[in-house]
Structure formats: structure tokens, C-alpha cells
């Protein structure tokens, strides 16, 4: 049985990382199992509530406003804006929404308020909700707490070492501390980052290692293979190769072995058959919509035909705290004698694909009379 260690050496990690593919992949599933229901994804849905304008200057990212990229910028969505995007996300099967801004930091003022209420109603709606929003002080996270938010995201990205030729205007430090006034509250850590921007393997294992020293390791890692875009410095560097990805993947899921793996951005780059290796590997979520933040994401359709296909199972929300659904199928109950720790209870995939198609047959059929 593995344990959930704080103490690992970059060495180890990087050992981890380059063992024989197939025997990483085995090790890393084998972990999957004993921490997690393997059929279970999560899925989350990205809402970019406040686009582009940005005044960092992070090199992979298309909303700094100092880089000349072609997205849209938009001003705060109203709570209504908002609330009707959750209610799609949901109908698609997504159990949680992901509230992103481009801000270097949350100010306090009517922005922040507005930001809250948006909570608060995704709340209501029976979704968790996620927020990333930039640097967070105390007294805001627990206001985020406070009006039921479920996660928040704030990337480190990097290695510490990796980190200052990416970003200048800020510090790891920042992140770091962000990160701990998030932990001071009830609200879960969602931290993790991004390969193929240049960085080395001792780079991506350095990253891990801060994440996995961190105590309680966050709850969920994303890993996001970098989406290249035109105007951003790192315009030119070449997509990911899948390889690197499952290594990432199944490297994070060993050494943060509770932790939700979240396969982020860069699928549309990704073969299904890359996917399928990833979820083997141990990841856990995916973002699912067309769109990310700005970037193109795979169909949900598409998404959901992959689930079927791999007996993937969309996972229920559940709210904080309280128990999710009962315990149900007897496909989800472990072979005897096998120590699982995963006690987390399986959603019937028939049922949930089912339902998705007809919500989108409805929304196709809805936009057609529109
Ligand atoms: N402004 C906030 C912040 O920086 O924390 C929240 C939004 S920011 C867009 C959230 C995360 O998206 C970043 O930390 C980064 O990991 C990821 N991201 C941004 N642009 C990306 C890109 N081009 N490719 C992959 N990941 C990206
Ligand atoms: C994360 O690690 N990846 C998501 C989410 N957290 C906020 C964002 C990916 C953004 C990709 C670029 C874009 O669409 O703008
Ligand atoms: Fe701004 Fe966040 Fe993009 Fe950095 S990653 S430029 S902080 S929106």
C-alpha cells in the first residue's frame, strides 16, 4: 500500500519519471487503484468570467494585455450571464464549474461582490463551484469560503528555478502564500502547471516536489500541456509530445498519490488513444466545453464517446462535507481481498451518457429554432 509522503527528493522523482514507460504506467495505475475509483473522471467546466487585459506578463499566456494575441477581452459577466452557463455546463454533465479571471490579484470592491454572488448561485444550483482569480489574501479566501466555494485554483506552474523565466512580475513566493491563505480556510487546493515550455525534466520533477511537500498535498493538480498561442513568447514552441504527457500524469499520480490528477489543457493535441494512457496513468478530471479559458477544447461529445468507450464514468457533484450518493454498482465494489482506499461510490455511465445526448440533442434542437 503506498503512503502519502511530504518528503520526497527531487532525485526520486525524476527516478520515477524516467523509468521504462509501461512499468511507470503499471506503478502509476496500480497507485490510482488503491487511493481512487479508476472509472470515475470528474469533470469540470471553464468559465472565463473576466477576459484578457492582464497586467502580468506570465510568457504562456494569451490574456496578458502586453502581448498582441487575438482574443476578445471582456469586462466581469453579469451573475445571470453566469448563472445560464452553469446551467449549460450541467445539462452536459459537468458536476463543477471553474470561474476564471484575468486579474493579477482580487481587489476588494463591488468586482469581488459580484464575484461572491456568482458563487453563491452556482451554489444553489447544485455544482461545485471552482474560482482562479489570481493572488488571494486571507480575509478573501475565507469571503470565498464563506459563500461556499468548493476550490480554488492558483498554479505554480513551474519549478522555482524554471519559474522567473516565465514570469517576472511576480514570485513564487506569492503563489506559495496565496496558497496557504486558501489552506487557512475549508476551501480545497487546486495547484499544479504546465509542461513544454521549454523546462527540463528536473524542472517538472522541482514542481512536483513543491507540491507534494506542501501538507496537505493540494487536492487536485491540474497539468496543462501548453497551448502555443500566436503572440505569446512561447509562440513558437512545439506541441507536447504525448509521452511527456503520460510520464507528467502518472509521475503526479505516484507521488501525490490522493490528489486528483487533472488532465487540462492541450487535448485537442492529444489522440484519444493518448487520453485513454492518461486516465490509465491516473488522471482523474478533465475540462470539458469547446473552449477553455480562450483556447479551443475538445467536444463534449466527443469527450463522452471516449467515456464510453473506455468505461469511463462521469463523477456525480456532492456537496462539501456531506457523503456522496450511495454506494451503488456492483462493478464499482473491489475484488475480494484487493485494498482499495477509493470508497467513493459509481455512477451508472449508461445512464449518464444517455442523458448528456439527449441534453445536447435538446440544445442542438433548441439553437435550431432559435
Ligand atoms: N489570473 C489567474 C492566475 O494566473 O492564477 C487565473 C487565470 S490563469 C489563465 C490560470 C492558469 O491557466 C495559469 O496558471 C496557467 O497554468 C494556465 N494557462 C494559461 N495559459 C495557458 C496556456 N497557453 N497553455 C496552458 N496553460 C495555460
Ligand atoms: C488550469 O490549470 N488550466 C485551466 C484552469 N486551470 C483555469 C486553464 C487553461 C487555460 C488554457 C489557455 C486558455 O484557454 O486561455
Ligand atoms: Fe494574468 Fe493569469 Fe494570464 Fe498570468 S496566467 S497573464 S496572471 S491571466
Redesign the pocket.
Known sequence: MSEIRHDWTKEEIIDIYNKPLLELVYEAASVHRQFHNPREVQISTLLSIKTGG?P?D?AY?P??ARYHTDIETNDLMTVDQVKAQALRARSSGSSRVCMGA?W?NVEDGPEFEQVLDMVRTINKLDMEVCCTL?MLNENQAQRLAEAGLYAYNHNLDSSEEYYGEIISSRGYGDRLRTLENVRKTNVTVCSGGIIGMGESIEDRAGMLLALASLSPQPESVPINALVAVEGTPLEEQETTPIWDMIRMVATTRIVLPNTTVRLSAGRTEMSKEGQAFCFLAGAGSIFAGDKLLTTPNPDVNEDMELFNTLGLIPMKPYAKGAQPTPVAPEEMTPAEGEKTRWSRPGHRIEKNVEATKKANKKRKESKLVE
Open positions: 492582464c502580468e506570465c499566456c490574456q496578458a484575468a493579477r489570481g
